[in-house]
Nanobody, 125 residues
C-alpha cells in the first residue's frame, strides 16, 4: 500500500514563500509520476504541477507558472513544491498525488492512483 504524507503548509503573507514536502512510503518513488493539486473552499480540485518519474520533465498550471517549482528526490522518496511570490488566491488545501499510469506528466486527477491527506496553505493579504 502506497502512503503519501504532505507537510510544510501554514500561514504566510502575500509575497512570501513556502516549501511543501510529500513523503512517499510503501513503494519506490521512481515508479510514479507525481503531482500537486489544490482545492479552495467551494471550488473543484485543480492541477498545480507534475513531475515525471526521473524528474526530467515538469508541467505547471498557468496560474503558478514562474512562481512554483516542483522537484523530487527519489533517493529520499520525497517530492517538493517550492512556492514563491504567494498570492491570497493560492490559499487552498494542497494535495500530493502519485500516478502509475506511465504518463510523463499528467494534469488529470483521474489518472492519479494515490493521494495524500492534504496540507493547508493560507496566504494573507
Amino acid at each position: 500500500q502506497v502512503q503519501l504524507v504532505e507537510s510544510g503548509g501554514g500561514l504566510v503573507q502575500a509575497g512570501g514563500s513556502l516549501r511543501l514536502s510529500c513523503a512517499v512510503s510503501g513503494r519506490t518513488l521512481s515508479t510514479y509520476t507525481m503531482g500537486w493539486f489544490r482545492q479552495a473552499p467551494g471550488k473543484e480540485r485543480e492541477f498545480v504541477a507534475a513531475v515525471s518519474r526521473s524528474g526530467g520533465s515538469t508541467s505547471y498550471s498557468d496560474s503558478v507558472k514562474g512562481r512554483f517549482t516542483i522537484s523530487r528526490d527519489n533517493a529520499k522518496n520525497t517530492v517538493y513544491l517550492q512556492m514563491n511570490s504567494l498570492k491570497p488566491e493560492d490559499t487552498a488545501v494542497y494535495y500530493c498525488a502519485a500516478s502509475s499510469w506511465g504518463f510523463i506528466t499528467t494534469m488529470d486527477t483521474s489518472q492519479y492512483n494515490y493521494w495524500g491527506q492534504g496540507t493547508q496553505v493560507t496566504v494573507s493579504s
